[in-house]
C-alpha cells in the first residue's frame, strides 16, 4: 500500500498563487507516475499534470491545456513528494485537487490516492 498525503491549497484571489504537496509513503516502486487530479462541482475529475521518474531521472510530464504556461509540476530528488505550483489562478481553477500515484511498469490506472484538498480562486 502506498499512503499519500497532500498539503496547500485553500482561497486565493485570481491572479494569486497556490503550491500543493504530495508526499508518499509506504511500498516504493522503481518507476513512479504521479498526478494531480481535480474535480469541480458536477464535473468530471480530470488530469491536470503528471511526472514520472526512474531514480533520480525525471522521465516526462504532462499537462493539461488549461493549465500549461501557468502551472508547474516538480518533485523532490530526495524523497516520494511531488508539488503543484499554480500561479495566474482564475476562478474556474476553482476545484477538489487530489494526487495520485501509479507504477507505470505494473499498472495503467492510478491505484493510490490522497485525502484531496479545495482550491478556492475568487474573482
Known amino acids: 500500500q502506498v499512503q499519500l498525503v497532500e498539503s496547500g491549497g485553500g482561497l486565493v484571489q485570481a491572479g494569486g498563487s497556490l503550491r500543493l504537496s504530495c508526499a508518499a509513503s509506504?511500498?516504493?516502486?522503481?518507476?513512479?507516475?504521479m498526478g494531480w487530479f481535480r474535480q469541480a462541482p458536477g464535473k468530471e475529475r480530470n488530469l491536470v499534470a503528471s511526472?514520472?521518474?526512474?531514480?533520480?531521472?525525471?522521465?516526462?510530464?504532462y499537462y493539461a491545456d488549461s493549465v500549461k504556461g501557468r502551472f508547474t509540476i516538480s518533485r523532490d530528488n530526495a524523497k516520494v513528494t511531488v508539488y503543484l505550483q499554480m500561479n495566474s489562478l482564475k476562478p474556474e481553477d476553482t476545484a477538489v485537487y487530489s494526487c495520485?500515484?501509479?507504477?507505470?511498469?505494473?499498472?495503467?490506472?492510478?491505484?493510490?490516492w490522497g485525502q484531496g484538498n479545495q482550491v478556492t480562486v475568487s474573482s
Open positions: 511526472i514520472t521518474w526512474s531514480g533520480g531521472m525525471t522521465l516526462g510530464t
Open positions: 495520485a500515484v501509479r507504477n507505470p511498469a505494473t499498472s495503467m490506472k492510478f491505484d493510490y
Open positions: 509506504g511500498r516504493t516502486f522503481s518507476t513512479y507516475t
